[in-house]
């Protein structure tokens, strides 16, 4: 349940909606983020910071640029965990939220 909570703070900011949006399209570096978003340096970080925290980034290093991508692997722990959150809130008798 505390990977779920992790997920939403992470995706409950706007900002890494966007990034997260951009980087269903193609990997990406900082500075491309920071010109398509119109952020500083250290905002973008501290976004991609989150986002890779709750296991939804990858970061590959290429040389002296560092780039992110779509954790796909963590989409699909998101998704079964989701899927059995609700599947256990939707058993008769089970209305526990404290899971």
Known sequence: M????????ALGED???KIISMLCNREMCVDELIKKLNLSQ????HHVKVLKQADLLNI???GKWTYYSINKTGLASLERSL?????????PGEQNLSR
């Open 83 to 91: 899927q059995q959150w609700f599947l256990e809130m939707t058993e």
């Open 2 to 9: 505390q990977n779920l909570v992790d997920i939403f703070k």
């Open 60 to 62: 590959q290093r290429k």
């Open 42 to 45: 250290s905002a973008v970080s």
């Open 15 to 17: 900002t890494r909606i």
